[in-house]
């Protein structure tokens, strides 16, 4: 059967979901992404380029068609060639003989002239341009309109796949850390003369050595060993046995009591860490639910063996399945297995666990490290974990990692070698671990430490420290998401919540409208990865450029002052109260707030609340448990909100200033028009004085009115707005820490001089000027 273009279209954003959880790093990223809409398009060749750092060089980054050898090495200037038209024109460049093309460029290593149509479109996050992606084929071929709309459709989600997915490969850095840390390690190595053998050791001439093993979290430490006592065989051996009836009860007990605990480690480490880490926790509880293996213990136990025995037995039976598996992620399952009798053999023989207190800080050192370790130790106490067992795949060490504490694992003699109270080094960045180290080695450790400290300080030091101004004032800095993927990237930069959840995601990458069901299940998702803090969840705000491939907008001759937004959802009761049941039924999952956009009037405020009272209402006759006072806020973001913003804030929670549309509808100004980019602006007396009116209504009324869009990205953009009185920004989750940071530098003092002497402009070109002598006296960039 023929694929339409829009089943086409559909299938192919379906597959970049997927590749948005399937994909580990940038280049992997962008492999999948060409290689998958290669194929849906029909094309011979699908290429990504991205733009460099200067924001004038584009590189081939990802080639399905061209010659592979030219990945990284293929580049030119935005003013060369026809990709470079697509950024230098913020716009489709299409051709079907590219070669006649007067832009055309040859580079000889991509073995391109073979090729004569030729379809770009511009790759943007947010409003700059990142990148491009471009289809050729050989064939002189026209794409129809269906094919540029699914490709235009597909590039709007590359956008923040790539920036997300180059943010991640950022912060990580782990590759190039890694070498440099090797490098430095060499040095270490050839300045002790330490080999690998035993020596004497500093301090107290205990043995000193150095192991090998698998580096699993990067990062140094250096302390005391702790040595994590395991049950040994002998338990089992010298477990007591009672009458089969005892022993079935005391197994049903103790099976109770794992379950408990582990329902109790989920909680935890999802606080903790994320509901991704606490996961795991998860698949344990449904190994301690599967009938088949209670059976199998309940059958030894008839045979008269005692339950210690019988759990270990039926354990040690699973552990060896999956050991011998051959996939390492499954192998490693027999971890969880082992973990699992372990914990239960505990219970059974009366060794429940509680939070293992560690008196001082030291460094772990086991034969081998589970799970449920993990989210029971005294985290702040643990300086670095080395095992004797386990490998990178383990979850344990994906926690380690998570959790920021250095890690070696699979440290063959470990045991052995190590003492109660003996020093150690732990490197997790190269593997190594140093027992007892001579002062050689220390000193060195020492150095390459306050050195990786400072490294790791410039990537995300910022990342725990609040928002606050030098004189004191506390400022919330939320992050703006759209995919599930960024909740993380959100927390990785610091994100106090989410100021701004733009729920269009959902709806794009699926083949029609999803359900409420559909929907509870991605917000939920959201909501539990900010445990305990506020998610504003925007309803669907389509229409204008953003378009749903399955549903007919009509055609408008001005559809940026059409149907769109908060206008489509009143309209089309259907799809809003289905949306409204999705965010109803998720929110006992954590915190939400609903947030309307593009509201011009209180009716509409009125007209929503009357059905989301009705929604809920509906959702409870059905037995379903939903918050009943979830806080409710409009977006300011055109010019009759602005005018009536003290009638609107007495009707809801909150405000929050989209300034990305706000500029656009004040200034008449396409805020995607390039052509007229120069009257898109954000310093306009018309916006700054919207701002401030938006501000002051807001602290009049005792609410609060925060900033969402992209304008708070900038710093001093950001000292401006918290000199009108904003005390809550949410921004691209990348932009958070240099905004924190410009806020840690400056007093509110400074912001009110700014943004009185801004607000007492005469003309666009007096703020200019204001603007350009505070970035001097205030050392923006
Ligand atoms: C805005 O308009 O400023 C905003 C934050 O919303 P969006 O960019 O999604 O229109
Ligand atoms: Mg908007």
């Not at 002189?140 to 709007?156: G, K, N, P, V």
Request: proline share 4%.
């Amino acid at each position: 059967m023929k694929e339409t273009h829009h089943s086409m279209g559909l299938r192919t954003l379906e597959d970049i979901s997927s590749i948005i959880l399937h994909s580990h790093d940038l280049p992997e990223t962008l492999e999948n992404i060409v290689t998958i809409v290669a194929r849906r398009m029909h094309t011979n060749v699908c290429s990504i380029y991205l733009l460099e750092n200067d924001g004038e060089t584009l590189v081939l980054k990802a080639t399905k068609g061209l010659s592979k050898a030219s990945v990284n090495r293929t580049s030119m200037k935005v003013h060369e060639g026809l990709t470079g038209l697509v950024v230098e024109s913020h716009g489709m460049v299409m051709t079907d003989n590219a070669p006649s093309h007067p832009r055309y460029k040859y580079f000889k290593e991509t073995r391109e002239e073979k090729f004569l149509s030729f379809l770009g479109l511009p790759l943007f996050e947010r409003k700059s341009p990142i990148g491009v992606i471009v289809i050729q084929t050989r064939e002189a071929r026209r794409f129809t309109e269906d094919e540029i709309s699914t490709l235009r459709t597909i590039t709007f989600q590359i956008g923040s796949i790539v920036h997300n997915a180059r943010l991640l490969d950022s912060i990580q850095h782990k590759e190039q850390e890694r070498a440099w840390l090797e490098q430095e390690l060499a040095k270490v190595k050839n300045a002790s003369s330490l080999d690998g053998t035993t020596k004497k050791g500093g301090k107290r001439g205990a043995k000193a050595c150095v192991l090998g093993g698998t580096a699993v979290s990067a990062g140094f430490s250096q302390g005391r060993v702790y040595i994590l006592d395991r049950f040994n065989d002998k338990v089992i051996q010298l477990a007591k046995v009672g009458s089969n009836a005892e022993e079935h009860h005391k197994f049903t007990i103790a099976l109770e009591k794992v379950k408990i605990q582990t329902l109790y480690m989920e909680k935890r480490v999802s606080e903790m860490l994320s509901e991704d880490d606490a996961a795991i926790f998860h698949t344990h509880l449904m190994i301690l639910e599967d009938r088949g293996f209670a059976t199998k213990v309940t059958e030894l136990i008839d045979q008269g063996i005692g339950a210690t025995r019988a759990v270990h037995e039926v354990v040690h039976h699973y552990v060896q399945a999956f050991a011998a598996m051959e996939d390492p992620y499954l192998r490693e399952r027999s971890v969880d297995m082992e973990d699992i009798g372990r914990r239960i053999i505990d219970a059974l023989e009366g060794n429940g666990k509680t939070p293992l207190k560690l008196k001082e800080k030291r460094v772990i050192v086991a034969e081998d490290i589970f799970p449920s370790d993990l989210a029971m130790l005294d985290h702040d106490k643990i300086l670095g974990i080395v095992t004797e067992r386990g490998n990178a795949y383990s979850h344990a060490a994906i926690m380690a990692k998570s959790l920021g504490i250095p890690a070696v694992l699979g440290v063959s003699g470990l045991m052995a070698a190590s003492q109660v109270k003996d020093e150690i080094i732990v490197d997790g960045s190269s593997g190594f671990v140093y027992l007892n180290p001579d002062d050689a080695v220390r000193q060195e450790y020492e150095r390459l430490e306050r050195d990786h400290a400072v490294r790791l300080k410039e990537m995300e030091g910022l990342r725990d420290l609040p928002a606050v101004t030098t004189d004191g004032a506390r400022i919330t800095l939320n992050a703006n998401i759209g995919l599930v993927s960024d909740v993380r990237v959100a927390n990785l930069n610091g994100a106090e919540g989410v100021g701004l959840y733009r729920t269009e995601f959902p709806y794009m990458a699926r083949p029609a409208f999803p359900d409420r069901m559909e929907q509870a299940g991605i917000y939920s998702r959201v909501l539990k990865g900010f445990p305990g803090l506020a998610v504003n969840i925007r309803t669907l705000d389509i229409g204008g450029d953003k378009s749903l491939p399955y549903f007919d907008f009509p055609r408008e001759d001005n559809p940026f002052l059409g149907w769109r937004s908060i206008r489509v959802s009143l309209e089309r009761q259907d799809i809003f109260r289905e949306q409204l049941a999705g965010i109803l039924l998720a929110s006992t999952d954590g915190c939400p707030t609903i947030m309307f956009p593009l509201v011009s009037c209180v009716d509409e405020i009125i007209e929503i609340r009357s059905i989301l009272a009705s929604v809920r209402e509906e959702l409870e006759q059905q037995g379903h448990e939903v918050c009943r006072d979830i806080p409710l806020g409009v977006m300011i973001e055109i010019p009759a909100a602005v005018q009536t913003v003290e009638l609107l804030i007495n009707e809801v929670d909150y405000v929050s200033i989209g300034t990305n549309d706000l500029i656009q509808y004040i200034l008449a100004a396409d805020r995607n028009n390039p052509r007229i980019k120069s009257y898109y602006d954000p310093h306009h007396p018309a916006v700054l004085h919207s701002i401030k009116r938006v501000a002051d209504a807001a602290a009049q009324a005792g609410k609060k009115a925060s900033v969402c869009g992209e304008m708070a990205s900038d710093p001093l953009n950001a000292l401006l707005l918290l000199g009108m009185g904003i005390t809550e920004f949410s921004l691209s989750a990348p932009s958070i820490p240099l905004i924190k940071q410009t806020i840690r530098n400056h007093s509110r003092e400074e912001c009110r001089t700014l943004a009185d002497a801004v607000l007492a402009c005469r003309s666009n070109a007096q703020v200019r000027q204001v603007l350009a002598e505070a970035r001097k006296t205030l050392r923006l960039p």
